[in-house]
């Protein structure tokens, strides 16, 4: 076993030994571990409720010629936007997402129509 010294505060204190605890190190993971998998229980919770909330009223429905995207793997609001040549916050207000990186492959999104009169960017 070998030992690490702690620096000291000031030229006054002398170096402490410090030993590894294994138990310590053992229970910290455990807590980090459990936290992770309640954060992605939570998460995993937004997405379904996210993706289940009723269109919001203004959005019901006439399409008024949007189209609809499904999000592919490593995809971001941005990439999508870009793609269509729109404002993201345009498309993350007309589909209700309040935070643009709870998107997920599968995800249907609706892309407003561009308007003709818009300079192509």
């Known amino acids: 076993?070998?030992?690490?010294?702690?620096?000291?505060?000031?030229d006054r204190e002398?170096?402490?030994?410090?030993t590894p605890d294994p138990d310590r190190t053992k229970r910290n993971l455990r807590i980090l571990?459990?936290?992770?998998?309640?954060?992605?229980?939570?998460?995993s919770t937004k997405q379904t409720a996210t993706a289940n909330r009723p269109p919001a009223p203004?959005?019901?429905?006439?399409?008024?010629?949007?189209?609809?995207?499904?999000v592919k793997e490593g995809e971001t609001l941005d990439d999508i936007a870009d793609h269509?040549?729109?404002?993201?916050r345009t498309v993350q207000r007309l589909n209700g997402i309040k935070?643009?990186?709870?998107?997920?492959?599968?995800?249907t999104i609706r892309i407003?129509?561009?308007?003709?009169?818009?300079?192509?960017?």
């Open 99 to 107: 935070q643009p990186e709870l998107i997920w492959p599968g995800m």
């Open 1 to 10: 076993m070998s030992l690490a010294f702690a620096e000291p505060a000031d």
């Open 14 to 18: 002398a170096y402490i030994p410090f």
């Open 58 to 70: 203004e959005d019901r429905g006439h399409d008024h010629g949007n189209e609809t995207h499904e």
């Open 112 to 121: 407003p129509r561009r308007d003709p009169h818009t300079p192509k960017g």
């Open 84 to 88: 269509y040549k729109v404002e993201p």
């Open 33 to 43: 571990t459990e936290a992770m998998e309640t954060m992605a229980k939570t998460q």
